[in-house]
């Protein structure tokens, strides 16, 4: 009976340490997966920003297009109205 008590008692040892072992294992896991959602709300988030990005600078182009188109038309009324009052 002493045997058996000495293999239960190993047992319980052994089953133990697998738990304590496991434990962090589970958690690493856990975190792995939380990680891993993150990369891809991460991703997603990026194109997302790209994608305005690359709105943000066409309307850049067309507003500096306009800009041009009205300063072009400012300095020839300028001129129109210079040559009109004789300067």
Same mark, same amino acid.
């Given at each position: 009976?002493?045997r /058996?008590?000495?293999?239960? %008692?190993? +047992?319980? &040892?052994?089953?133990?340490? =697998? #738990?304590?072992?496991?434990?962090? *294992? @589970?958690?690493?896991?856990?975190?792995?997966?939380?990680?891993a959602?993150?990369?891809?709300? /991460?991703?997603?988030?990026? %194109?997302? +920003?790209l &994608?305005?990005?690359?709105? =943000? #600078?066409?309307?850049?182009?067309? *507003? @500096?297009?306009?800009?041009?188109?009205?300063?072009?038309r400012?300095?020839?009324?300028?001129?129109?109205?210079?040559?009109?009052?004789?300067?």
């Amino acid at each position: 009976m002493a045997r /058996l008590d000495a293999a239960g %008692e190993r +047992l319980n &040892a052994a089953l133990e340490a =697998l #738990e304590n072992a496991v434990l962090p *294992l @589970a958690e690493a896991h856990a975190t792995v997966a939380r990680q891993a959602s993150d990369i891809v709300r /991460l991703t997603q988030e990026r %194109e997302q +920003l790209l &994608a305005r990005v690359a709105e =943000l #600078e066409d309307e850049t182009r067309a *507003l @500096a297009g306009l800009t041009e188109d009205a300063e072009t038309r400012i300095d020839g009324a300028i001129s129109e109205i210079r040559t009109a009052l004789g300067h």
